[in-house]
T-cell receptor, first 114, second 112 residues
Framework: NAGVMQNPRHLVRRRGQEARLRCSPMKGHSHVYWYRQLPEEGLKFMVYLQKENIIDESGMPKERFSAEFPKEGPSILRIQQVVRGDSAAYFC????????????FGAGTRLSVL | GESVGLHLPTLSVQEGDNSIINCAYSNSASDYFIWYKQESGKGPQFIIDIRSNMDKRQGQRVTVLLNKTVKHLSLQIAATQPGDSAVYFCAENRSSASKIIFGSGTRLSIRP
């Protein structure tokens, strides 16, 4: 049973470009979460999705950031017109349910904005 | 506001000794707590969890203690090994909520 798969592991973008981060949840999991981690800090919640629905996006910046979890395929976190402050590690987690279910994390995507 | 915090940012332990990592939380409504281990360059790895109707839970070499009176959580690692070197996060996830709220982490280093 493969774990949560994220790709790419490392992503380098220049300011103004777009970044697309992908996440495939564990088999049997229908709940996906995205978190951001700055160096030497804890993870900060961004968004929670189920298939074709955004359930909670209270941690998402209002502009340039979007997320989706289509019926088929991985969940995508999209950052438009990246700025240097977007440089961070982005982690995806999945769970079979929510609210008290264990969330299992992927290895993350490290985004560097030049 | 709600928060999950840690008492010490770093902890150095002799190999073979027991490690105790502490965590404080402020939200009385919190009813589910998790400890994660994060090694360098990797994602958080689930260690152990505990619900608010319990005050102690044991796993393999790890024990989590919950004191709801003082809103304190601790992780005990028995016979600490070099492979235990990592950053440890306590986190809160309420049954009615979806997101995990992470503390800032404690870095555990092992002395040979």
């Amino acid at each position: 049973n493969a774990g949560v798969m994220q790709n790419p592991r490392h992503l380098v973008r220049r300011r103004g470009q777009e970044a697309r981060l992908r996440c495939s949840p564990m088999k049997g999991h229908s709940h996906v979460y995205w978190y951001r981690q700055l160096p030497e800090e804890g993870l900060k919640f961004m968004v929670y999705l189920q298939k074709e629905n955004i359930i909670d996006e209270s941690g998402m910046p209002k502009e340039r950031f979007s997320a989706e979890f289509p019926k088929e395929g991985p969940s995508i976190l999209r950052i438009q017109q990246v700025v240097r402050g977007d440089s961070a590690a982005y982690f995806c987690a999945s769970s079979p349910g929510t609210g008290g279910d264990i969330q299992y994390f992927g290895a993350g995507t490290r985004l560097s904005v030049l | 506001g709600e928060s999950v915090g840690l008492h010490l940012p770093t902890l150095s332990v002799q190999e073979g000794d027991n490690s105790i990592i502490n965590c404080a939380y402020s939200n009385s409504a919190s009813d589910y707590f998790i400890w994660y281990k994060q090694e360098s360059g990797k994602g958080p790895q689930f260690i152990i969890d505990i619900r608010s109707n319990m005050d102690k839970r044991q796993g393999q070499r790890v024990t989590v203690l919950l004191n709801k009176t003082v809103k304190h959580l601790s992780l005990q690692i028995a016979a600490t090994q070099p492979g235990d070197s990592a950053v440890y996060f306590c986190a809160e996830n309420r049954s009615s909520a979806s997101k995990i709220i992470f503390g800032s982490g404690t870095r555990l280093s092992i002395r040979p």
